[in-house]
């Protein structure tokens, strides 16, 4: 009966990562948070998917469709970066690669607080290589705002309108 159950167990919880997960690859499943003085660069699973469409008719006007987010800290007092897409008001769908997608974002940093957040500016780039998407921030002054608490871990986002996926993730702080 014991192990009926764990079989069962394992079971439901591996259908839940596949279900949650089917656009990226499960077998490469690898997030990385590299830390330096001069470069902190976030790397996220590779998607399985060729072709995104965006600005969809069925979302509303200035909701969310995509996010790759890096997230210091909580929603009340950190920190959040990463290529964002709202559908604005007015704009026909769109349809490319991955990298077409990344372009069409918004590349913005902002402070989180309790009364929802304060745009600060840009934190450096994203690019696309391998099907995966890499965040990099190249201001040392900007990484050691960020970073100055040594954080042990970051929560790395990737939020489509088909699936949403969420890791802590250790940092490895280089020299």
């Known amino acids: 009966m014991k192990i009926a159950f764990a ?3 394992m079971m439901i919880c591996c259908g839940k990562l596949f279900a949650q997960s089917k656009e990226v690859a499960v077998e490469d ?4 948070a590299v830390v330096s003085e001069t470069e902190a660069s976030f790397t996220f699973p590779p998607t399985n998917k060729e072709k995104f469409s965006w600005y969809k008719k069925d979302t509303p006007t200035d ?4 996010t790759w987010s890096v997230i210091l800290g909580d929603d009340k ?4 970066f990463g290529p964002v897409l709202f559908k604005p008001g007015g704009t026909r769908p769109r349809s490319g690669s991955l990298l077409d997608l990344i372009k069409a974002c918004q590349h913005s940093l902002w402070h989180n607080s309790d009364e929802a957040g304060d745009l600060i500016g840009g934190y450096g780039n994203a690019n696309v290589k391998d099907g995966k998407v890499r965040i990099k921030v190249n201001d040392g002054a900007l990484i050691k705002k960020l970073f100055e608490a040594k954080p042990k871990t970051v929560e790395m986002t990737i939020y489509t309108p088909g699936f949403n996926l ?4 250790s ?3 280089r020299k």
């Open 63 to 66: 909701n969310l469709e995509y």
């Open 7 to 9: 079989f069962l167990f």
């Open 171 to 173: 940092v490895t702080y």
């Open 166 to 169: 969420s890791k802590h993730v």
């Open 29 to 32: 499943l690898k997030w990385v």
């Open 77 to 80: 007092s950190g920190y959040e």
